[in-house]
């Protein structure tokens, strides 16, 4: 008895067949031993308040300096005074319910607003 095959199935297994193929192609070769590549870099180093050495060597942002703007209303007239007297690279102004990233930089000015824009928290991170 001869097996029965319709088109439909045979056009599956051909796409398939195509699609593992472009799949093994699509790796990169493996170099012989001896040849010169370079490796990946070593994943970075976290210290144990979770930052990374690269992190840790930037320096954070001074907060001594801008204590007097805390229970003022927020002007982005001010804004880059605060940064030059700081001494922040980037700042960010985060209103209530603002999403905001988790990521950590200690040369970052955080400057934190109530519901009628007065600063009433700052923070470097």
């Known amino acids: 008895m001869r097996p029965s095959f319709s088109l439909s199935s045979v056009v599956i297994a051909s796409a ?3 699609l593992l193929a472009a799949c093994a192609s699509s790796q990169m070769p493996i170099s012989p ?3 010169d590549v370079d490796a990946a870099p070593p994943p970075p180093t976290v210290t144990s308040n979770g930052a990374s050495e690269e992190q840790n060597q930037v320096d954070a942002c001074d907060l001594d300096t801008i204590q007097y703007a805390i229970g003022e209303q927020f002007d982005e007239a001010n804004v880059s005074q605060w940064q030059s007297d700081s001494n922040a690279a980037q700042v960010r102004v985060l209103r209530p319910g603002d999403m905001a ?9 955080n400057i934190h607003l109530d519901d009628q824009d007065v600063v009433n928290d700052l923070r470097c991170g």
């Open 33 to 35: 031993a001896g040849d």
């Open 16 to 18: 398939l067949t195509l």
């Open 101 to 109: 990233t988790m990521d950590h930089r200690p040369d970052r000015l």
